[in-house]
């Protein structure tokens, strides 16, 4: 009986020990004289501590480093802040720094910061902005010494336009100053002709080239009259083509019973002497009245390429050419 209660309560602690977890043991490291065991690693939190976490336990006292004095000297008598200075990584001033052709980059960069400064500032239309010639694509590759692509350039070219079109009165200096890189050596205002004048004989001079033809003419106010080398208009051009092309810039004005004309040619045949007292009539009748400018490009005397003042004469008919097989 008593034997039977000794064994079930035998059985019974046996399996209670089974059921219950085993207890882990830390891992050992041996070494060759001594055996350790690892220390128990501590978080170190950066927030206010709370009363239950230093419960037998004592936190850890740590402080920041001290700041770095560059005019100390270390113990071998040497600077040690200007040794420890040269060490430090030098951060490039430009943001292209490590790349093979910055230049265009920075550039951009800087005309685009420019922009954004200056965005706010009042605008004038593009057609009443002042004329600028920018550089072009070639002249700016020569420049910066990259092979620049033209559709970046156009880019460039965008943003530059829109700073010149900035209200000329508000234009800030930098501004002016940035574009200037990007302009051309001669601008379109550099350079103005001469105003022409009325001499004390109450004379106009133009002057007027055509081929190898150059002529001069003086327009004085008088009945119409007309000496080209000292001849009539009539004795020194024999077809009527060429007279209508020598005082053309009076017909097309109507000013031919106003104005008195003496011209002296040279060089080239009758065609060329013609159109280039044209140019030369018009530029002086220009000095007796500037508000005709308008109707004398309109007829096509003040236009640079003066072979379409023939184009736009009206009931001018070209000579044809006879056939070669004709017999005369």
């Given at each position: 009986m008593?034997r039977?209660?000794?064994?079930r309560s035998?059985r019974?602690?046996?399996e209670?020990l089974?059921?219950?977890p085993r207890?882990?043991?830390e891992?050992?490291?041996r070494c060759?004289?001594?055996?350790?065991?690892p220390?128990?690693?501590?978080?170190?939190?950066?927030?206010?501590?709370?009363?239950?976490?230093?419960?037998g336990e004592?936190?850890?006292?740590f402080?920041a480093?001290p700041?770095?004095?560059f005019s100390?000297?270390?113990?071998?008598?040497k600077?040690?802040?200007?040794?420890?200075?040269r060490?430090l990584r030098?951060?490039?001033?430009?943001?292209?720094y490590?790349?093979a052709?910055?230049?265009f980059t920075?550039?951009?960069?800087?005309?685009?910061?420019l922009?954004r400064?200056?965005?706010t500032?009042?605008?004038i239309p593009a057609s009443?902005a002042?004329k600028?010639a920018?550089?072009?694509?070639d002249?700016?590759?020569?420049?910066t010494?990259e092979p620049v692509k033209?559709?970046?350039?156009?880019?460039?070219?965008?943003?530059?336009?829109r700073?010149?079109?900035?209200?000329p009165?508000l234009m800030?200096e930098?501004v002016?100053?940035a574009?200037?890189?990007y302009?051309?050596?001669s601008?379109?205002g550099?350079?103005?002709?001469?105003p022409?004048?009325?001499?004390?004989?109450g004379r106009?001079k133009?002057?007027?080239r055509r081929?190898?033809?150059?002529?001069?003419a003086?327009?004085?106010?008088?009945e119409g009259?007309?000496l080209?080398?000292?001849k009539?208009l009539?004795q020194?051009?024999?077809r009527?083509?060429?007279?209508?092309?020598a005082?053309?810039?009076?017909k097309?004005?109507?000013?031919l019973d106003?104005?008195?004309?003496?011209?002296l040619?040279?060089?080239?045949?009758?065609?060329?002497?013609?159109?280039?007292l044209?140019l030369?009539?018009?530029k002086?009748?220009?000095?007796?009245?500037?508000a005709?400018?308008?109707?004398?490009?309109?007829?096509g005397c003040?236009?640079?390429?003066?072979?379409?003042?023939e184009r736009?004469?009206?009931?001018?008919v070209?000579a044809r050419?006879m056939?070669?097989w004709?017999?005369?």
């Open positions: 008593a039977g209660e000794f064994s035998l019974a602690a046996i209670c089974g059921t219950a207890p882990r043991r891992p050992t490291i060759a004289h001594r055996s350790f065991q220390p128990t690693s501590r978080c170190i939190s950066t927030t206010a501590s709370r009363h239950a976490e230093l419960i004592t936190p850890e006292k402080t480093a700041p770095i004095d100390k000297e270390d113990g071998k008598g600077g040690g802040g200007k040794r420890l200075l060490t030098v951060v490039p001033a430009s943001p292209s490590f790349s052709k910055p230049t920075d550039d951009f960069i800087n005309l685009s910061a922009l400064k200056v965005a500032l009042p605008t009443e002042p600028v920018w550089k072009t694509i002249q700016y590759r020569i420049m010494n033209t559709q970046r350039y156009h880019k460039m070219l965008h943003i530059l336009r700073l010149n079109c900035i209200h009165s800030p930098e002016v100053q574009m200037q890189r302009k051309k050596a601008q379109p550099d350079f103005k002709p001469a022409g004048v009325i001499d004390e004989w106009a133009g002057v007027g081929k190898t033809s150059s002529a001069v003086w327009l004085v106010e008088g009259e007309a080209i080398n000292g009539s009539a020194f051009f024999g009527l083509h060429h007279r209508e092309s005082i053309w810039a009076l097309a004005t109507q000013r106003k104005y008195n004309v003496f011209g040619v040279s060089g080239g045949g009758p065609t060329g002497q013609a159109e280039a044209t030369a009539v018009a002086a009748l220009l000095v007796h009245e500037p005709l400018k308008p109707a004398l490009r309109r007829a003040v236009t640079r390429d003066p072979r379409k003042v736009k004469k009206p009931g001018h070209k050419k056939p070669t004709v017999k005369r």
